[in-house]
């Protein structure tokens, strides 16, 4: 298959199809990291810049193990160590880096938009490892494979996302992708933490997470971030675990063998029970060995284009 | 009244095109307007044929930013009063977010002398002084001072005041001088500076957006305050149909309020934000199209009495960055009247409408030289080729803001002569 895309910015520039063959793709590599010796020699000679402008242990150690896996050379750059803290724009920092002609710049940032911004001004591909509130496309695609090698596949599945909807990427990117493959989606949020017209989404919505998870196949719980109460949009960590807390009962509401899924870090007992976090329910690991064979897969298809193409 | 020296002939009017007019000027002020030809040309007398022409009194801009002093990189008093008069403006009042803030009659009296100097034949230039010390929202700024030194209005526009109380203190002394206050109506911990709209395109984006609400909420108390006090507001760039709203019931009460929106408003919603677009970065943010339908449906009624582009030019690199790091602000006066005659041509907006809101109602709110075609009246004047088809371009714009999301869109209408007091403002 000719790889029709030069960057991966957001899961909407994907059709089906492309969702499909990223995943077809990533059962290919899983393989690879089963073996004894985990290193292929497909990416040899291609370099990969690691740019996170946030703070990342799973999605950049994971962008790392699957270039290196694959024989690709991997160069981290973080924020901090950056010309950025000098005052250097975003366009100069990206343009420096591409002037070291890599194949490749994954980038994490906060600000919405930042990965299609260098994408319009760099010639090598850029992979969005997620940008402000905005997408985080191979988190999504990894969830999806995570829930596909789990059940054979999402097509009429109902997967319910919890928590801080307004301002997660993960969500954004998820609700998407797991439509495009015939997922149907729900959100539970308290209100504060939904986005104004979320209406325009077109998923049913609730406030009520015990009316909510009933029936669903999964639960995908994200990540509350304490500056959330501290802006206002709730009174403490203690009420919202209350309210949205995922645990062993309330899952038991849920369709027969559901699961959950955290894209991580998780604080336990905020989000979801620390017994159901070990629990055989749990696909928070699994969603992390996903990560290296979807990562694996981006990384192929994404650098290998041009030499497809030709 | 002397004899004529200037005569400009068969110009149609915007009001009434079909009936071709001749306007006779003497040492820059009018002398007559009379249905063409029936008045012979005085021997002498500089003659400009305007046929297919439409004579229009010279525009006032009562809200744009001239970055000096401070930032000159962005724009200077000369190449924005070159955009000014290209764009039809005779008038145009600065205002005082400069650097320094445009506080104290020193940095009044440098606005106007670099004006002076730069363009003798126009147009005019009308500082704004800040209403509070440095623009901090803190102490009142010295508005006997600023007034004594040619200031026109005082505004603490880029930063609003959210203390209700000082604000109120200082539409009072304001009041007192007889100078108008222009409010800029956002509630910062409700809209802060998010430059797109709280809807559909910011959560798809994941933008923090700016609710119509924080713009309403200050205006209800602008007109609270107006009507309370009995003292006059000017509520600065309007944008969606709540403000709307209240201004309308607040003026069927008695308060004394006026209001401008500007004309990205009304030809641009949020969609332009898609792709995270930083050109269509302004503050307040593009809105809906039911908010423009009743922005249009306001400037008919006179609901909203004024056209104002809120220039707000900055340089190429400041744009661009990812969406959250641009500042705000569109490039406007090049195209302000191109894109509200289009309206006119296309029936969103009558021409009556377009003159009141460019040209009377500024003039009148802020005692501006106002041209009516009277006898008397200083000549101040545009020819306005309504056939003329341009595509706006960085090379079209004079202005150093080359920031506009009209940027290769063709507009229809063009300027091409502008005379303050009889002379035009567009020649060397």
């Known amino acids: 298959m000719t790889w029709p895309h030069k960057d991966l910015l957001d899961v909407t520039q994907l059709s089906r199809a492309d969702a499909t063959e990223i995943l077809r793709a990533a059962k290919s590599f899983q393989e690879i990291n089963s073996r004894p010796v985990k290193k292929v020699p497909i990416l040899k000679g291609k370099s990969v810049i690691l740019f996170f402008a946030e703070p990342s242990t799973r999605t950049k150690t994971s962008f790392d193990v699957a270039g290196k896996r694959l024989s690709a050379d991997t160069f981290s750059l973080a924020k901090s160590g950056s010309s950025l803290t000098k005052g250097e724009s975003l366009k100069d920092t990206v343009l420096t880096l591409q002037a070291m002609k890599p194949d490749a710049i994954v980038m994490r940032h906060n600000m919405s938009g930042a990965a299609k911004f260098i994408a319009e001004r760099l010639e090598c591909a850029v992979i969005n490892a997620g940008d402000g509130w905005h997408a985080h496309p191979t988190q999504a695609l990894l969830d999806a494979f995570t829930l596909t090698e789990r059940w054979g596949g999402v097509e009429g599945k109902t997967v319910l996302i919890l928590g801080d909807i307004a301002h997660s990427r993960v969500a954004r990117s998820n609700v998407h992708l797991l439509r495009l493959l015939g997922a149907s989606v729900r959100l539970c949020a308290p209100k504060t933490l939904l986005p104004h017209a979320v209406s325009s989404w077109g998923v049913p919505v609730s406030s009520d997470l015990d009316e909510a998870v009933r029936g669903v196949d999964a639960v995908m719980c994200l990540r509350l971030q304490l500056e959330r109460q501290q802006a206002g949009l709730l009174p403490d960590v203690r009420e919202y675990s209350r309210r949205f807390c995922m645990t062993l009962p309330r899952l038991a509401k849920a369709a027969k063998g559901a699961v959950v899924l955290h894209p991580g870090p998780i604080n336990r007992g905020w989000e979801i029970a620390s017994d159901l976090a070990d629990a055989s329910e749990s696909l928070i690991l699994d969603q992390v060995a996903s990560g290296v064979d979807v990562r694996m897969a981006l990384l192929h298809l994404y650098l290998t284009r041009k030499e497809r193409k030709e | ?428």
């Open chain 2, 1 to 428: 009244m002397s004899q004529a020296d200037l005569v400009v002939r068969s110009a149609a009017l915007a009001t009434d095109p079909q009936t071709p007019v001749d306007l006779f000027v003497a040492k820059g002020r009018v002398v007559a307007l009379v249905a063409s030809g029936t008045r012979p040309v005085p021997e002498g007398a500089k003659v400009v044929e305007a046929s297919g022409l439409i004579l229009l009194p010279g525009l006032s801009d009562v809200h744009v930013h001239l970055r000096e002093p401070g930032q000159e990189w962005k724009e200077t008093i000369a190449t924005g009063l070159s955009a000014a008069a290209k764009g039809g403006f005779v008038n145009v009042m600065c205002m005082a977010n400069t650097d320094p803030v445009n506080d104290q009659a020193c940095v009044t009296e440098t606005m106007l002398d670099k004006a002076a100097k730069s363009h003798p034949k126009g147009p005019r230039l009308f500082p704004v002084g800040a209403l509070t010390v440095g623009l901090d929202g803190k102490a009142l700024a010295p508005m006997e001072e600023l007034k004594a030194a040619g200031c026109k209005a005082f505004s603490n526009d880029g930063r609003p005041v959210a203390d209700s109380e000082l604000f109120r203190r200082a539409l009072e002394y304001a009041s007192d001088l007889g100078i108008p206050v222009i409010d800029h109506c956002e509630d910062p911990y409700l809209a802060p500076h998010a430059g797109v709209n709280e809807g559909v395109v910011s959560a798809r984006l994941g933008l923090r957006g700016a609710p119509t609400a924080g713009e309403a909420i200050q205006v209800a108390r602008d007109c609270l305050l107006s009507k309370y006090l009995g003292v006059p507001i000017h509520l600065a760039h309007v944008s969606c149909a709540q403000s709307v709203d209240i201004i309308r019931a607040a003026k069927a009460q008695g308060a004394p309020v006026t209001a401008e929106t500007a004309p990205h408003y009304l030809i641009l919603t949020e969609e332009a934000c898609e792709g995270y677009d930083t050109a269509a970065k302004v503050n307040p943010p593009l809105r809906t199209r039911t908010d423009q339908q009743a922005l249009l449906a306001a400037l008919e009624d006179g609901t909203i009495d004024v056209l104002a582009t809120d220039h707000a030019p900055h340089a190429a690199h400041e744009k661009e960055t990812p969406f959250d790091e641009a500042p705000n602000g569109i490039s406007g006066l090049e195209t302000a009247l191109s894109v509200t005659w289009e309206l006119v041509a296309r029936g969103e907006l009558s021409a009556k409408s377009l003159i009141s809101a460019w040209c009377t109602r500024p003039a009148e709110i802020f005692g501006l030289p106002q041209n009516r075609f009277q006898e008397g009246d200083p000549a101040d004047f545009i020819l306005f080729d309504p056939a003329a088809r341009w595509t706006v371009t960085p090379q079209s714009l004079l202005s150093k803001g080359k920031n506009t999301p009209l940027l290769g869109r063709e507009l229809t209408g063009q300027v091409r002569a502008a005379y303050v007091a009889g002379k035009n403002a567009l020649q060397a």
